[in-house]
């Protein structure tokens, strides 16, 4: 009994460091997307759907 006590145990303690791993993998990967810069056509709509810069600049040029 103590040893699949034991055993369990062991499984237990690698199945944790496995889950760590990939978690902390899965944040990094998160992270490095999230922060990377993207390039965009000129005149595209970003992602919270404003638009670019230039597109303003253009229209408070003409005002």
Do not use: C
């Not at 922060?35 to 970003?46: D, H, I, K, Q, W």
Request: charged residues 25%.
């Amino acid at each position: 009994m103590k040893k699949l006590l034991a055993l369990a145990a062991v499984a237990g303690g690698v199945f944790f460091v496995i889950k760590r791993n990939r978690d902390a993998k899965a944040e990094a990967d998160l992270w490095r997307e999230a922060t990377a810069p993207t390039e965009r056509p000129l005149g595209a709509v970003s992602s919270n759907g404003s638009t670019p810069t230039k597109a303003n600049s253009d229209s408070a040029s003409r005002n």
